[in-house]
């Protein structure tokens, strides 16, 4: 780093933390800048009606619950947090020390 700077790691705080948001679908789109994730809670109909439409349309519309923007830069470190962090769920790869995406 130039001129003696000192890297910072950034420590997820719990004690600082807002509420939970569920979502049980994510839409993806690339764009030369950035990476967006949609966040949705789908919820299947609950009507009759809603049921009906949904069979005419092909569509279900699904609450928008966050809308995360991700520079492209740290994709790749991303990627290989998650999957880091699946092959220890999975019981496979080192047991991780906290990766990090920068």
Do not use: W
Request: glycine letters at 8%; a neutral charge.
């Amino acid at each position: 780093m130039p001129n003696g700077e000192k890297p910072v790691q950034i420590v997820a705080d719990h004690s600082l933390s807002s509420s939970r948001i569920y979502a049980n679908y994510v839409q993806v789109s690339v764009s030369p800048i950035d990476c967006t994730l949609t966040f949705c809670d789908v919820i299947g109909p609950q009507s009759e009606e809603e049921a009906l439409r949904m069979q005419k349309t092909g569509t279900l519309p699904a609450p928008v619950k966050a809308v995360i923007a991700i520079p492209n830069q740290i994709i790749d470190g991303l990627i290989q947090a998650l999957q880091a962090q699946r092959d220890k769920q999975m019981g496979g790869g080192k047991p991780s020390t906290g990766t990090t995406v920068q």
